[in-house]
Structure formats: C-alpha cells, structure tokens
C-alpha cells in the first residue's frame, strides 16, 4: 500500500522515521502540517499514485472533495507527529476515520473493547449473593458502595441516592447519626422505595435498623451488642449484614450472627487510616468464609493527597485480599468525584485479572499526568520580541464587562443581565464573538482565559474564581 504522509517542515524528521521501513512517501507542504489546504493536497495526491493519505489530525479542512476527484481515500492521522509511529503499524488491521484524529480514534476503540470485557466478565462471574440483580462475591467485580452521611438531613435525598448511582456506585449506603429517630429511618426509605438499587442503611442502633428493614438490602453494622437484639429481624427478612469485630473478634461475631440464623453476611475487619495500622491490618483480610468488606473511604478522607490515585490503589490492595465490596465517600470538597474514580479502579481490577499489573488496559485514572510525554520538536524563530507589562491602568471594553461563573457542568458569561451558557469554553467565546458583546482584543484575550479557566475548574470538579488562580 502506497501512502502519502504530507508533513510541516518542523515535523518532518519525525515522520520520515516513523515511516521507515513502509512504502511511504513524506511530503513538506509548508511550515505547520495542519494548515494544509484542500488544493494543495489534490495537487500533491494526482502526482503520485498513492493508495491512501494520512493529513494531520489537528487539520480542520474538509479533504472530500479531493476524495471525489482523485478516488484516493484521506484519513486524519493523529494530532501529534510524536504518535504516528503508533498508528501507522495498525493500518493493515484498523479503518481510520475522515473526521475523527488517529489517536483520538484509537484511543476510544481501545476503551470501549476494554469496557465490553467489563461487562462481558461480570455476566459470566459467579457470586454468592445476588443483591437486586447486583453479584456480590465469588469472581464478580469490586462492588462500590457509596455513603451518604446524616441522610434523614438531606433536602433531596432520592436525588442524592439516583446521582451515586449515576456516578458509579452499585450500592448507596445510608448513615443515620445519634439525634435520629427511628421516624426520621422510615421516612428517608419510604422516599427511596422506589429506587431500583441496592440501599443500605448504616447504624449500630438497633432501633434504627429495625426502622430500615422494610427497604433496607444490606446493614452496616452488626457486631455482639445489637445482634441479640436484631440479629433475628435481620435474618428474618433476608438482610445481608455487614459483621464487623467489637469486644469480640470479628471471627466470634460472625458466629453470633450464623447462629442468629443470617445467611447473608458480609465480613468486615475494618481499615484504618493511614498512619494507624494500615498495613498491619491488611493481614487481617484473610479468607472468613463469608465475602470482604474493604472500608477505603477512611483512608482517602483521612489523606490530604488527591483522591485519584488514593482510590486506584485501595482498590488495587481489596483486589488483592479478594474484597467483594468497597467502600468510597464524598463527604470532603477533596474526596469529590471519589464514587465515579473507585468504580473506575475497580473496572480497571477486572482487566488486570490474570496480568502482572493493572498496566496498559485500555482505562485508566490519568487525569493531570500523561501516560507517555510526546517529544515535538522545539519552536523555530529569528529574533526575540521584548515583554513589556500591561499597564495598571484597567481601559474597558465599551461592550461592557463580564461576570464569569460556572453552575453545574456549564460556564456562565454574563453581561447587560443576559447570560451565555454552555459546557465549551470555545463555543461560549465564539457566540460572544458573534453577537458582537466583545470589539478589544485585550479584553477578547482575557475573556478566553477566562472561559478556559472556568472549563478546567469544571472538569477537574474545582471551584472557579474569576481573576483569581486556577
């Protein structure tokens, strides 16, 4: 196959020694690869007889006319030239896309063959409990269940419930504080009777359990003070129990519970922070006959490090002692967005089953840092322009001022008591363009930078201050 790799001159070296080795013609056609025009490209297509081109995948030009006129298929490669010699490889075995760049493109296979493996390996897992449809043990996924603290003093607390499970969660656990009453227990479940997941309802006060049991799937926690009390409702009622260790061993107490007649037990041995016995207490999650209970949501929320790879790796560790559910918490403005990363890390468990690693898998929880940094060659310039300061002095934009903010997903820009909103910070600039609410270019510079902080604060779940520092 015949292929013409048209290239900018500041990235030609690197073309030319990924296609090595490949009956492959690399054409210069100016400076920046991406600003080749349609024209040129015909031009270039009808002197050769090439079988395919490869155009960069950062150009914005519609190639189909010069599909039509020569009969030469064009396809964008990747956006960076450093990636070329990971697709080029693949050509005889993957269809590349007109529109979409190589790598983008791959990169989305890849994820979603990753996520069929998912789903295709939970279908045929074996479980001991089967929650609401939900595969609790055996080889099935990490289940993650997610807290909601004081759960009788939430405004909309279905809504909160629905958003977890949104996010992630398979199970959404209920926390009840000592100045609830058995009242405030049913009516939170009675609001959620109709919620289709897994619910749990997390107490050691027997009254409050007994108030949960008519909704309730699952009960954090049973230990020997209230198992004479409710052990037997629970095993009534077919609740799976959550044993944890007391007074006595978590060994005793899972006794106690078989002999209240539950069948369903899950076998907590609690995890403590780091710092206080974390690692000592890893050895104690050994096989108890009953599926593991795996706390990780101490240990993020008692960790002032960011929760992403906090998460990957507890979930990592509950892989390796064989959890069957782990627990993740919101409850800290550095701990947000935990329920949706630790169902990340327990999808990426499920692929690394059987490998020496969880490397490599098609997922992943990068979110700052790059896999692998892409080696473009350096600027060419001939001179150095001075940098001078911008003047103190404000001059605004007679089109009048914005007031930027971000609520929810999307960025506001307000001016004159209308509002643009939208969830890209290019499309908001470029509607302002339009409609003529900008004429400085000081003011359109700083607007976009703006916009763009406000973007970043949305998706790494920040909050944005407008003028003040990402």
Same mark, same amino acid.
């Given at each position: 196959?015949?292929?013409?790799?048209?290239?900018?001159?500041?990235?030609?070296?690197?073309?030319?020694? @990924? @296609?090595?080795?490949?009956?492959?013609?690399?054409?210069?056609?100016?400076?920046?690869?991406?600003?080749?025009?349609?024209?040129?490209?015909?031009?270039?297509?009808?002197?050769?007889?090439?079988?395919?081109?490869?155009?960069?995948?950062?150009?914005?030009?519609?190639?189909?006319?010069?599909?039509?006129?020569?009969?030469?298929?064009?396809?964008?490669?990747? $956006?960076?030239?450093?990636?070329?010699?990971?697709?080029?490889?693949?050509?005889?075995?993957?269809?590349?896309?007109?529109?979409?760049?190589?790598?983008?493109?791959?990169?989305?296979?890849?994820?979603?063959?990753?996520?069929?493996?998912?789903?295709? $390996?939970?279908?045929?897992?074996?479980?001991?409990?089967?929650?609401?449809?939900?595969?609790?043990?055996?080889?099935?996924?990490?289940?993650?269940?997610?807290?909601?603290?004081?759960?009788? $003093?939430?405004?909309?607390?279905?809504?909160?419930?629905?958003?977890?499970?949104?996010?992630?969660?398979?199970?959404?656990?209920?926390?009840?504080?000592?100045?609830?009453?058995?009242?405030?227990?049913?009516?939170?479940?009675?609001?959620?009777?109709?919620?289709?997941?897994?619910?749990?309802?997390?107490?050691?006060?027997?009254?409050?359990?007994? @108030?949960?049991?008519?909704?309730?799937?699952?009960?954090?926690?049973?230990?020997?003070?209230?198992?004479?009390?409710?052990?037997?409702?629970?095993?009534?009622?077919?609740?799976?129990?959550?044993?944890?260790?007391?007074?006595?061993?978590?060994?005793?107490?899972? $006794?106690?519970?078989? @002999?209240?007649?539950?069948?369903?037990?899950?076998?907590?041995?609690?995890?403590?922070?780091?710092?206080?016995?974390?690692?000592?207490?890893?050895?104690?999650?050994?096989?108890?006959?009953?599926?593991?209970?795996?706390?990780?949501?101490?240990?993020?929320?008692?960790?002032?490090?960011?929760?992403?790879?906090?998460?990957?790796?507890?979930?990592?560790?509950?892989?390796?002692?064989?959890?069957?559910?782990?627990?993740?918490?919101?409850?800290?403005?550095?701990?947000?967005?935990?329920?949706?990363?630790?169902?990340?890390?327990?999808?990426?468990?499920?692929?690394?089953?059987?490998?020496?690693?969880?490397?490599?898998?098609?997922?992943?929880?990068?979110?700052?840092?790059?896999?692998?940094?892409?080696?473009?060659?350096?600027?060419?310039?001939?001179?150095?322009?001075?940098?001078?300061?911008?003047?103190?002095?404000?001059?605004?934009?007679?089109?009048?001022?914005?007031?930027?903010?971000?609520?929810?997903?999307?960025?506001?820009?307000?001016?004159?008591?209308?509002?643009?909103?939208?969830?890209?910070?290019?499309?908001?600039?470029?509607?302002?363009?339009?409609?003529?609410?900008?004429?400085?270019?000081?003011?359109?510079?700083?607007?976009?930078?703006?916009?763009?902080?406000?973007?970043?604060?949305?998706?790494?779940?920040?909050?944005?201050?407008?003028?003040?520092?990402?």
């Amino acid at each position: 196959m015949r292929l013409l790799l048209p290239t900018g001159s500041s990235t030609a070296g690197i073309v030319r020694k @990924a @296609a090595e080795g490949m009956d492959a013609e690399v054409v210069v056609t100016g400076e920046i690869a991406s600003f080749l025009a349609p024209e040129h490209l015909k031009e270039l297509v009808r002197k050769g007889a090439y079988d395919m081109v490869l155009v960069s995948g950062m150009s914005t030009a519609s190639f189909e006319e010069v599909e039509k006129e020569t009969g030469v298929p064009v396809f964008r490669g990747p $956006r960076h030239a450093a990636d070329l010699e990971l697709i080029l490889p693949l050509l005889s075995s993957v269809t590349l896309s007109r529109t979409v760049p190589a790598d983008e493109l791959l990169i989305g296979r890849h994820r979603d063959e990753a996520m069929r493996k998912v789903m295709e $390996r939970e279908e045929e897992a074996d479980f001991d409990y089967l929650i609401r449809g939900v595969k609790i043990g055996g080889n099935s996924r990490i289940k993650v269940l997610a807290e909601i603290m004081d759960a009788h $003093r939430q405004p909309d607390i279905a809504g909160r419930v629905t958003e977890y499970f949104s996010s992630g969660a398979d199970i959404v656990d209920l926390g009840f504080g000592f100045d609830a009453t058995p009242a405030d227990v049913e009516r939170v479940f009675d609001a959620l009777f109709e919620i289709p997941g897994p619910l749990a309802v997390d107490t050691q006060d027997p009254a409050l359990i007994a @108030a949960a049991l008519g909704r309730a799937d699952f009960v954090l926690s049973l230990h020997e003070k209230n198992i004479p009390e409710v052990g037997g409702l629970v095993a009534e009622r077919g609740i799976c129990a959550v044993v944890v260790p007391g007074e006595r061993s978590l060994a005793g107490n899972v $006794r106690a519970a078989e @002999a209240a007649g539950i069948s369903c037990i899950i076998a907590d041995p609690l995890l403590p922070p780091a710092g206080s016995g974390l690692v000592e207490a890893l050895s104690n999650f050994s096989p108890a006959g009953y599926p593991l209970f795996f706390g990780a949501g101490n240990v993020v929320e008692l960790l002032d490090a960011d929760s992403i790879g906090a998460n990957a790796l507890l979930a990592a560790m509950a892989m390796e002692v064989n959890a069957a559910v782990i627990f993740s918490s919101e409850h800290s403005d550095k701990t947000k967005g935990s329920v949706a990363e630790m169902r990340r890390a327990t999808e990426m468990m499920v692929l690394a089953r059987g490998r020496p690693y969880p490397k490599d898998l098609g997922i992943d929880l990068l979110e700052i840092k790059e896999k692998r940094r892409r080696r473009e060659p350096p600027v060419e310039y001939g001179s150095t322009v001075p940098i001078v300061s911008m003047p103190r002095e404000i001059r605004y934009d007679p089109c009048g001022n914005f007031r930027i903010g971000i609520e929810g997903k999307e960025i506001v820009a307000v001016i004159h008591g209308k509002a643009y909103r939208g969830t890209s910070w290019a499309d908001l600039f470029h509607t302002i363009q339009e409609n003529g609410d900008v004429s400085l270019l000081d003011h359109a510079a700083y607007l976009g930078a703006e916009l763009f902080k406000a973007g970043l604060a949305i998706r790494f779940g920040r909050s944005f201050e407008q003028d003040g520092p990402f």
